[in-house]
């Protein structure tokens, strides 16, 4: 019978996070090939091979699992259990130099995002939460603060450059200063412990870019949604046409009211 507590998951999916950190370490300012995917995005070598290091990782323990994963898809049929997958969330980052990305493994349960683990392997920072039962960041529960003036916060803003003028400003004097990283993954888990207060990006996430990530959010306290204030979850979504706002409750409305 499967581990109702997570606990085992948990453990193999921070063992692929970290063989995948490891071989984006041994590759970091190394890489050999960069192919572009489409005209703003790439992929190397390190995204390959971590992601075949994480899948086989998980299915050496869970080989009757389903996954989803960037570069390789869906593997095996629709299932209960779904590992969802980005091996390297942030490789334009990584393939300039810019030590910003990092490995996100969710596990979703009968359509229910319910595990993440979100590795930076340049700080050696591991986030992790379980539905439930607290968001973590290597060990040591975190919980976002919160902040009670909004002219305080620090939020990641991801807008559109055409037609978004006016929702940017609003950000901007609303707010102490904004912040775009390069890392959905990464920025959006730092929801849960307050180095950003709030995520908000219009559009151009991907499942994989969020399952993790938003896991952890919530379990830090924030209040994740669509930037139209739906459940944050859909499977059906098309890649790139997800957009969140997730931050603390107090403030949530706000952030999605300056988006109108």
């Known amino acids: 019978m499967p581990d109702p507590s997570l606990d085992r ?4 999916a921070i063992a692929a996070a970290s063989t995948a950190g490891a071989i984006h370490g041994q590759l970091y300012e190394r890489l050999e090939r960069i192919v572009h995917k489409s005209e703003k995005d790439v992929v190397t070598e390190a995204d390959h091979l ?3 290091a994480i899948l086989e990782t998980i299915r050496s323990v869970f080989p009757d699992d389903a996954f989803l994963a960037e570069e390789s898809g869906t593997s095996g049929p629709a299932a209960e259990r779904l590992w969802v997958i980005d091996p390297l969330d942030g490789t334009v980052n990584y393939a300039n130099g810019i030590p910003f ?5 969710g596990l979703v349960l009968d359509g229910h995002p319910v595990l ?5 392997p340049v700080r050696d920072e591991l986030f992790h939460a379980i539905a439930g039962r607290g968001a973590y960041l290597d060990g040591t529960a975190i919980h976002n603060p919160g902040k009670d003036r909004m002219s305080d916060a620090v939020v990641h803003l991801g807008l559109p450059r055409s037609g978004f003028a006016r929702q940017t400003s609003r950000y901007r004097r609303a707010v102490r200063i904004t912040r775009q990283m390069g890392s959905a993954t990464l920025s959006l888990a730092y929801v849960a412990n307050g180095r950003f207060d709030a995520y908000v990006q219009w559009q151009g996430l991907s499942t994989w870019d969020i399952c993790a990530a938003g896991v952890i959010a919530i379990e830090g306290g924030a209040v994740v949604t669509t930037t139209l204030g739906n459940h944050w979850w859909d499977l059906g979504m098309p890649s790139r046409s997800i957009g969140i706002v997730a ?6 409305g706000t952030y999605l009211e300056m988006l109108r």
């Open 50 to 52: 971590s992601e075949a």
């Open 247 to 252: 931050a603390m409750p107090q403030h949530h």
């Open 116 to 120: 993440g683990v979100v590795l930076d």
């Open 101 to 105: 990305f990092a490995v996100s493994i």
């Open 9 to 12: 998951e948990l453990q193999v």
